[in-house]
């Protein structure tokens, strides 16, 4: 911790460390929250001299870029900001953080369009009558499920443990009154049959259109395939990322989550995410259009 | 209920409950369990005409045949007991007495030996410092590890959600020295490719060569095969059914097991056992070794 940068430093601490523990919270959500701690971490800079500032903002951009590694979105949206930032002439304090308040308020607006629009596009998947199904929680795909709530459609949503995301899933599924069953994960295999169509989202998609996204997608994707049932993922712009199969970090979270004693010779394992390889997916939905690799 | 046979129809009652009720025995252990109980009904039978004993055990033994669909062994373990005592003769309740705690004993002790036997077979397919990776509790894979112990083999074990059988087998392999990776059933398909072989054990075995077992099997069988790791089904041959995939019932279990409230519009579901199609299984094990159904 530099000197007299006490209270900034805890600040840019803190921030950090709320973005690398988040456990409730979307990729693209927390890609836009991690905007708004920015903001934050601007507008409560202690007054000073207009180059402390703007390194420590940067600093701590670039800092939480690397904080979440298997979700492009974070670092996509950072470093759209951190462009504009960087591209952009200002002269005093004032005039920074009136540009960052813009910039922040701008791209989280931009973030949450191209959720929509990408709903949208993946909800021209999907006929009235139909059964989606998903794992984990996306707020792509639910936002699907908003827009086509008054279909008749139906769902069948897994569990995704050990987070249990699918819960949160599940009460607003039910608050639109779309008829659910919910299942745990080991399920998938049994219930895919069900499906006329699964949608995914997507933490980060590769290069080669493979897709990182809650453990589990991949045996989802595999079960649906075993039993010719479309998959697509459907993932906004911003969770494109130039890394490829072997380059991304798949994140480890604590195994405290996973309930079980602390065993000799016993290691508990709690990878977030997994990746379903781009030759299991459908198609692949953003704010444009559903689109292949080919 | 009979007049007259409050008791022992009661009796009865709480044994049929007691095997379509558990969820912490598997298969093999369970149809043992079931003779267990059939003894201890006919010892606690009221003094009267042979008849009546003769009737309302096997009336009870059919009852206990069909509590337990998904799982072969209990029908089939029953079955050979019922035999037993069909085909023998006797001429007082005290001689049906006597049988029954032979027939019992032999028939427990023949499907001990035929899942050691199984594993014994089975732990031919690894080699030492090999990795097993396996799904949900069995008794045979369970056998196969207290035979390999001394051979430097890990483990990857799954939870097994709902029920967690998991954690029982790990709690024994942590006891054997066995080092494991304990993960959620959703992670399956991030870690088989560590494994060397897939071994599961099996509640029945279909007319084709299907397994059926603990919901998630099919999963793993799936990611076993993407990523060409041998996937191994164990059982000895009293789970060995005549039925095939659309005539078997997987058995439904109570879906408070599933952790979250009752919600308007949504139904839980919790089927325990899952189907893994014969050409996902490499090879298959029993008593007498491994063979294929080609």
Redesign the interface.
């Known amino acids: 911790m530099r000197e007299g940068h006490g209270d900034n430093q805890s600040l840019a601490d803190d921030i950090a460390e709320t973005i690398r523990a988040d456990r409730t919270h979307g990729a693209s959500q927390l890609a836009r929250l991690a905007l708004a701690l920015l903001a934050e971490f601007t507008r409560h800079a202690p007054q000073r001299s207009l180059t402390r500032i703007d390194t420590d903002l940067v600093q701590l951009a670039q800092r939480l870029q690397q904080v979440r590694p298997s979700m492009a979105a974070v670092a996509n949206l950072i470093g759209r900001w951190l462009s504009a930032i960087r591209s952009a002439s200002y002269e005093s304090a004032d005039a920074l953080c009136a540009l960052v308040e813009k910039n922040t308020e701008e791209l989280i607006e931009a973030s949450k369009r191209a959720v929509i629009a990408t709903a949208e596009q993946t909800g021209k998947l999907v006929r009235p009558g139909q059964c989606i199904m998903t794992h984990s929680y996306s707020s792509t795909v639910n936002q699907v499920f908003r827009q086509l709530a008054e279909l008749e459609i139906s769902a069948i949503i ?5 987070g ?1 995301e699918g ?1 949160q899933l ?2 607003e ?2 608050g639109l ?15 895919v049959k069900d499906a006329d169509i699964v949608l995914v989202g997507a933490d980060t998609l590769l290069a080669d259109g493979s897709v990182v996204n ?3 997608t ?2 989802l994707a ?2 649906a395939n ?1 039993h010719q049932i479309p998959f697509y993922a459907c993932c906004e712009s911003f969770k494109q990322s130039d890394l490829n199969l072997h380059q991304v970090e ?1 994140e480890a979270m604590d195994t405290d989550e ?3 004693e602390n ?9 977030y995410f ?1 990746i379903t390889p781009a030759r299991l997916v459908s198609g692949w939905v953003n704010e444009k259009g559903v689109y292949s690799y080919d």
């Open positions: 897994t569990e995704s443990q050990p249990c819960a599940a009460r599924l039910s009154g779309v008829e659910t069953r919910y299942i745990t994960d080991a399920q998938a295999g049994l219930f809650k453990a589990g991949y045996l595999l079960a075993d798949l996973i309930t079980l065993l000799p010779h016993l290691q508990k394992q709690n990878l997994d």
